[in-house]
C-alpha cells in the first residue's frame, strides 16, 4: 500500500510543480494562486517524506 500510497503523492506533487511553472510562465502572475500551490506543493513532500 505504501508503494501506491507514495506514487500518487508523486504524481501529485509533479502536477502542482507543473501548475506552478505555468503560472510563473505568465505575464502577470497570480501570487495568491502560487503561494497556494507552492503550499501544496510542501504538504505533498511532507507526507511523502513521511510515508517513505
Not at 1 to 9: C, G, I, V, Y
Amino acid at each position: 500500500m505504501n508503494k501506491s500510497h507514495l506514487s500518487a503523492l508523486k504524481s501529485r506533487h509533479a502536477n502542482l510543480d507543473e501548475k506552478i511553472a505555468n503560472e510563473e510562465r505568465r505575464p502577470a502572475p497570480d501570487m495568491a494562486a502560487l503561494a497556494q500551490l507552492k503550499k501544496q506543493k510542501l504538504k505533498l513532500k511532507e507526507e511523502m517524506l513521511a510515508v517513505a
